[in-house]
């Protein structure tokens, strides 16, 4: 396992990554507040709000399997400039559309669209990196998007309150900016694995035959949806609790925060550990810290649960993006991205459509033991996986980083 002050060493490509990373986020406003502005701005309902923040997830199925299959057949390069400048578009008319029909089909598209890139991106880093500085190069495009995001979740807030339009011009803008970050620093692709032999080169349906992953993915659905309640039903709990909308930035850009300060020293610590247990004891804290927010009731009590579940946030950070690197056909990586950021699209369809209707139906502290229930769950099968994820990357042989 690579250390952490190996990053000195990580090549042009994966730097030129972290800094598009960092400019996206910063503007990242339109998803953690689009519940509030459904709400606030256009007179929806939590649960239709709900349905609406479900279409994005929707679209975010397609999006990740497009861009798997762009990564691996158009390159990393132009997946990612192209997904990005289509994300921006998106956003745009996401902002602009009125209605329930024209806001559903905008919010698909911004779906679709949003996360094209993601698959490339893991995937160049795979391609210029070996496997045990891989987590390392994760863990530090994790840490520029929360540092990204807890710029957005403070100035939020206070955007929506000169206009809800300006959150969405401004996260398209930057959309823009990672694509000409990536245009600038990033001349071509690097060097890629070939298939060799005589049987039918590797892609989907090789990812899809695999129990392993695809096991690793069911599990990672699991998690997604406890998790992405911080952005579907800890909001709408924020202002039950009597609180206005700006807590809700304290609160998300808590999350932020934490992980900036906490995330270099813990990696550290941790790079050494075993990767399965570290992440079944991370998602078990994740499941208590959301738990423990079925007492909280003033901005104080969110913050305090909210750092208690962004300690096991970031003892996830990297792992599992580096462990589907590893376990992935080198040829078809894209894809097996692709499929694996799948995961994050069912959850992002399934999570607004139950959280926020568990909530008007049940209160918050329903959705809450449902999150302990879900992270545990994801937290025995990385336990349950372990052997089987073990044996398999030991039998990869070690691949030559191409990067410089």
Do not use: K
């Amino acid at each position: 396992m690579g250390r952490w002050s190996d990053r000195e060493r990580l090549p042009r490509e994966v730097r030129v990554l972290v800094v598009g990373t960092l400019v996206n986020r910063a503007g990242s406003f339109v998803a953690p507040f689009l519940v509030l502005y459904l709400t606030l701005a256009r007179g929806f309902t939590a649960a239709q709000a709900g349905l609406m923040v479900a279409a994005t997830g929707f679209g975010g199925m397609v999006s990740q399997l497009l861009g798997g299959w762009s990564a691996d057949h158009l390159g990393r390069r132009r997946t990612l400039v192209g997904g990005l400048l289509l994300s921006a578009l998106s956003l745009v008319a996401l902002g602009a559309a009125r209605g329930p029909v024209a806001i559903a089909a905008c919010a698909v598209l911004a779906g679709v669209f949003g996360d094209t890139y993601r698959p490339a991106a893991q995937a160049l880093i795979a391609d210029v990196l070996p496997p045990d500085l891989r987590p390392i190069a994760f863990g530090l495009m994790f840490w520029a998007l929360n540092l990204g995001f807890a710029v957005a979740a403070l100035m939020a807030g206070l955007l929506a309150e000169h206009g809800w339009w300006l959150l969405f011009a401004l996260d398209a803008a930057t959309c823009a900016g990672y694509a000409v970050v990536v245009l600038i620093g990033i001349r071509h692709d690097p060097p890629r694995p070939t298939h060799e032999g005589d049987g039918p080169a590797p892609g989907f349906a090789t990812a899809l035959r695999d129990a392993t992953f695809m096991l690793l993915v069911a599990f990672t659905v699991l998690q997604a949806i406890a998790y992405f309640q911080s952005f579907t039903v800890l909001p709408l709990a924020v202002v039950a609790a009597g609180l206005p909308p700006t807590a809700y930035g304290v609160v998300a850009a808590t999350n932020g925060l934490v992980i900036i300060a906490l995330q270099p020293t813990v990696t550290r610590r941790t790079a050494h550990l075993d990767a399965s247990r570290t992440l079944a004891v991370s998602l078990l804290l994740c499941g208590v810290g959301f738990f423990t927010m079925r007492f909280a009731t003033t901005l104080v009590a969110f913050v305090l649960c909210t750092v208690l579940w962004t300690f096991g946030e970031i003892g996830t950070a990297g792992l599992l993006p580096a462990i589907v690197s590893d376990l992935a056909e080198p040829t078809a990586r894209g894809r097996y991205l692709g499929v694996f950021g799948t995961a994050f699209g069912i959850a992002a369809f399934v999570a607004p459509l139950l959280g926020p209707s568990l909530f008007q139906a049940a209160g918050a502290p329903a959705v809450w033991t449902l999150c302990l229930v879900l992270f545990s769950v994801a937290a025995g099968g990385q336990l349950l996986l372990r052997p089987t994820i073990e044996r398999r990357c030991a039998a990869f042989p070690v691949e030559a980083a191409s990067g410089g």
